[in-house]
């Protein structure tokens, strides 16, 4: 079944084919006082210090930048973006798009938690540029000494001097050119860059706007996404040049050290209509998180839409986000499951038709078999992610690589003027993804298609997505997706971390072995913490759920679950690090304690 179709301004000649950067300088000129981007600071002030850029000043910076760049880099070197998430990151990353200079959206090596991807996306690179700051530069210095990467010349984004923007000559930027490499957070295999051209970024602003946020005047953006990552860098960085917009912007840690910032960030936009973004943790998060002293005098009005996407989206986290927020004004249709990749530059489909979120129960056992069938009782919940704009999505039996009707589950297929030509340095897997072909295409494109490697089903023209193929979990010959598992077991017992379970397989001698990876819940006091009550309640609720043995149940520390940049389960890391007893296990921290 496919759905959607394409704009025809994003088609070749349309009026789309205008290269996004390129609207940069006509904001300058229409609204030079307008603010573009605001960066509200909470390590210099507890309430947020904001700092603001009009059109007018960040067209300037980013030409200084492009100046810049261009004095140590030539047209398709890459830059590697390794600054904290500031102004200067989005000057940086829209001065490379006016040089001409492939970006590659990185972080400062002091973040914690991922230097090895850091390390590995860099390399694969090679960039010939790194772009930091001045305070940042002992962390990219240490970087840089430690490990065998590239040495490349460095450019210190808070120390170019504006006035270097006088002397830059734009040049023409072509549509197929490639802008930025969009290194892939690895829930399955190693990080990839994705190669992202202006074309691409350009139609997937343009698809964003017309389904997530369509004829709503005065729209605004607030964010706290990592601008390293798919979603941060178009909510944040493409999505205000479509239309001459404002963003409103905080860094991932100060939403993590407290999520009522993003909350507190909307509130203060009662007049305006806003949208946000976010994956759904962090709406999980924020509303186990929001005291009702914080909620109090919070107008949530201005909220119109707040897309939930990247990683599996619970129905529970839907309706404890509506139900938590709904004093302050939220309404019952600014909640707007989605769904998307980076391969497609990030977005694909969105449930935004001011609507609650549309949720069905299905039977479990007729879904692992490939259809979908409702059932009130006992059923598998599934959340509408909506229908695509401008690009066409369709269900696929990757094997024969035929259309699947309405009903039936297959692989998730886009074709459209965001989807990428490949990735980085490896055309194998560049085939492999993004040349798929329709054996019977009909009144489809043939091609080329790219493979999502995500299991879906379309029910009443909307799109539910099922889970990864890589992560289908075949025992005894029936399928089960993980993330039904991870449910059950950590819905068995108080002591597992709810959102931080891992079920995957292991080879057996005739079947696949389900092993189910847990994190201790910290509410749990280790010294009263039974394990084998644990695990006992755990193998019980699984075996009684979805009628099967769990081969091996390992509780281990919190912050043990591999996790990918976007916060998503990194089921097959988790796999590899079992497999090297690389894990920190709770039997080992109660055995130290005695």
């Not at 917009?245 to 960030?265: C, G, Q, Y």
């Not at 259309?403 to 194998?428: L, M």
């Amino acid at each position: 079944m496919a759905l959607g179709s394409l704009l025809p301004e994003l088609l070749p000649g349309g009026s789309g084919r205008t290269p996004l950067i390129g609207r940069l300088a006509g904001w300058a000129r229409e609204r030079p006082g307008a603010p573009a981007f605001t960066f509200a600071d909470y390590s210099l002030d507890p309430s947020g210090a904001k700092t603001t850029l009009g059109w007018a000043e960040a067209d300037r910076r980013a030409r200084a930048m492009a100046a810049a760049l261009r004095r140590v880099a030539g047209p398709g070197e890459r830059a590697a973006l390794l600054l904290p998430q500031s102004l200067d990151y989005v000057t940086a990353m829209l001065g490379a798009l006016y040089a001409r200079v492939v970006a590659v959206p990185l972080f400062s090596p002091d973040l914690p938690g991922h230097a090895d991807r850091l390390a590995g996306a860099y390399s694969d690179a090679a960039p010939a540029v790194a772009v930091t700051t001045r305070s940042a530069l002992p962390h990219v210095e240490k970087f840089l000494a430690d490990r065998d990467v590239p040495r490349p010349e460095v450019v210190l984004a808070d120390e170019v001097d504006p006035g270097a923007a006088d002397g830059w000559q734009d040049e023409p930027v072509g549509f197929d050119d490639l802008a930025y490499l969009q290194y892939t957070s690895g829930s399955t295999r190693r990080p990839a860059g994705v190669r992202i051209t202006h074309g691409n970024m350009t139609a997937n602003a343009a698809q964003l706007w017309a389904g997530w946020a369509p004829g709503r005047p005065d729209p605004e953006l607030v964010s706290w996404l990592p601008l390293f990552h798919d979603m941060g860098l178009i909510a944040t960085v493409a999505l205000p040049l479509a239309h001459g917009d404002h963003a409103i912007f905080t860094d991932p840690v100060s939403f993590l050290m407290n999520p009522m910032r993003w909350i507190e960030l909307i509130a203060e936009r009662p007049g305006k209509n806003v949208y946000t973004a976010g994956p759904n943790f962090a709406y999980e998060y924020v509303g186990a998180r929001a005291s009702e002293e914080r909620l109090s005098g919070l107008d949530l009005s201005g909220l119109t839409t707040c897309l939930n996407g990247a990683e599996p989206i619970r129905t529970s986290t839907l309706s404890a986000f509506a139900e938590r927020f709904a004093d302050a004004g939220l309404r019952a249709g600014a909640q707007a499951p989605g769904y998307g990749l980076a391969e497609a530059t990030v977005f694909v489909t969105a449930a935004a038709e001011d609507r609650p979120p549309k949720v069905i129960t299905v039977d479990r056992e007729v879904l692992a078999g490939g259809a979908l069938r409702l059932r009130a009782d006992g059923a598998v919940p599934l959340v509408s992610c909506g229908r695509p704009s401008g690009q066409i999505v369709a269900i696929v039996d990757p094997g024969t690589r035929a259309e699947q009707p309405d009903g039936r589950v297959g692989e998730i297929w886009v074709h459209g003027p965001n989807t990428a030509a490949g990735y980085w340095r490896d055309p194998e897997l560049s085939r492999e993804t993004f040349g798929a072909e329709l054996s019977e295409p009909g009144a489809l494109p043939s091609g080329p298609w790219t493979r999502t490697g995500d299991h879906g089903v379309v029910h009443e023209g909307e799109l539910y997505v099922t889970g990864r193929i890589k992560d289908l979990i075949i025992v005894d010959g029936r399928n089960h997706y993980p993330q039904d598992i991870e449910m059950t077991a950590q819905e068995a017992h108080p002591a597992v971390r709810p959102d931080h379970v891992a079920a995957f397989a292991l080879q057996g001698e005739e079947t696949e072995r389900l092993v189910i990876v847990a994190e201790r819940n910290r509410r749990v006091p280790i010294g009263r913490l039974d394990l084998r009550e644990v695990e006992s309640a755990v193998r019980g609720a699984v075996n009684i759920e979805h009628e099967m043995s769990v081969h091996e149940f390992v509780l281990i520390e919190p912050g043990g679950v591999s996790r990918t940049s976007s916060g998503k389960i990194a089921r097959a890391a988790t796999r590899r690090r079992h497999r090297d007893g690389a894990l920190p296990t709770t039997a080992a921290r109660l055995a130290s304690r005695r």
